[in-house]
């Protein structure tokens, strides 16, 4: 494979991984966020989005089968319990969240939307790609793919007050239910 051609599949794929990230973001940011904390979680999930694939290329092959199995249904039941907590969160109005993008929950959040990708880290090593040139892509696409939909989420938020955080929620459970089934 030529170098343009490998570089425009490592964009198209960089890009792919991205927008499962956006999506994700764009639920979230439904929720209550403020710019710096938009900020952050892009970050974070550019840096797990980069790490996970090195961690998955560095474990190999024996677990290849295994771990992308496992590693959809652990994202599957945390995307499920962060939207099933943002729906009673907005049932309740409380002010505090318990799985917030802070702290804790900012880690479980980026953890979740990155887990995937792991088993994708163990096939870069295989292929032969360009494999720091990937995740460097893999990182930049998905920090700003997830700052885009912060963004448009918290739009949202504006528009459709207490609602869209009901609606982020669903959206969260929906992509949980679909990652398990």
Known sequence: MSSFTEMISLLFMAFALGMDAFSVGLAVGMQKIRLKRILWIGIVVGFFHM????IGLFLGNFL???IESIAGLI???LLCAIGFQMMYHSFLKQEKSVLTPVGFG???????????IFSIGISLG?????TILAIIL???????????ALLIGRRT???LGNYS???GGSILLGFGFYMLF
């Open 51 to 54: 790490v996970m694939p090195l």
């Open 64 to 66: 290849s089968n295994k």
């Open 75 to 77: 994202a599957g039941l």
């Open 106 to 116: 900012l880690i479980m959040f980026a953890f979740s939307v990155s887990l995937y």
């Open 126 to 130: 295989i292929s032969g790609v360009a």
């Open 138 to 148: 893999f990182g930049f696409f998905s920090t700003i793919l997830t700052w885009l």
């Open 157 to 159: 938020h504006y528009l």
């Open 165 to 167: 955080e009901l609606l």
